[in-house]
């Protein structure tokens, strides 16, 4: 059974940087990919960033430029630096991760950019 334990998330003003932490536990063995997805109150979720055992990058054109997505192989865990943060990054960020066809879900951490 795989397990995701999200940290990191803040209340951050309009401009500022927040590094979010997503590590996972379990029999994960690549390929597999890993990412995050944020879901802002009233608004369906939505994709953010990925990245695959393999090391290929992928993000959301309204994050492209500010946030960076990397990961530790060895420890198995996704990070998310956001910079130049909006207030239309306001949102629960879910960490995820696809592997053996099957698809696992962090808890949320919850985000908040506001003066």
């Known amino acids: 059974q795989v397990q995701l334990v999200e940290s990191g998330g803040g209340l951050v003003q309009p401009g500022g940087s927040l590094r979010l932490s997503c590590a996972a536990s379990g029999s994960i063995f690549s390929p597999y990919a890993m990412g995050w997805y944020r879901q802002a109150p009233g608004k369906q979720r939505e994709y953010v960033a990925s990245i695959t055992s393999g090391g290929i990058i992928d993000y959301a054109n309204s994050v492209k430029g500010r946030f960076t997505i990397s990961r530790d192989s060895a420890k198995i865990t996704v990070y998310l630096q956001m910079d130049s943060l909006k207030r239309e990054d306001t949102a629960v960020y879910y960490c995820?991760?696809?592997?053996?066809?099957?698809?696992?879900w962090g808890q949320g951490t919850q985000v908040t950019v506001t003066s």
């Open positions: 995820w991760v696809s592997y053996g066809g099957k698809h696992y």
